[in-house]
Nanobody, 125 residues
């Protein structure tokens, strides 16, 4: 059974940084992407960043140049380094993973089968 456990959220002031981690367990074979999504108050869940099995990375336009996704395959851990945080980045952040042979759409929630419980990020101005 695949489990994803996020950590690293918190409250920071605008311009600050946070590093999210997602520890994965129970995986035998990965799907094409692992990703970070977020959902702000009253908003739909949106794709923030994704990384492929070949370590290609993809970002939402709103976070390009500020966020970096990475993975440590030896530790089965996914990371999201978030710099220059802004109040509009405030959201619950979720780690997500696809089943083997999953869709090659990196930023659509229905394309992901496994989800963590989320970690809250709050950015104050």
């Amino acid at each position: 059974q695949v489990q994803l456990v996020e950590s690293g959220g918190g409250s920071v002031q605008a311009g600050g940084s946070l590093r999210l981690s997602c520890a994965a367990s129970g995986y035998t074979y990965r799907g094409p992407y692992m990703a970070w999504f977020r959902q702000g108050p009253g908003k739909e869940r949106e794709g923030v960043a994704a990384i492929s099995t070949g370590s290609d990375t993809y970002y939402a336009d709103s976070v390009k140049g500020r966020f970096t996704i990475s993975q440590d395959n030896a530790k089965n851990t996914l990371y999201l380094q978030m710099n220059s945080l802004q109040p509009e980045d405030t959201a619950m952040y979720y780690c997500a993973a696809q089943r083997p042979g999953g869709s090659r759409i990196w930023n659509s929630p229905p394309a992901f089968l496994y989800w963590g419980q989320g970690t809250q990020v709050t950015v104050s101005s």
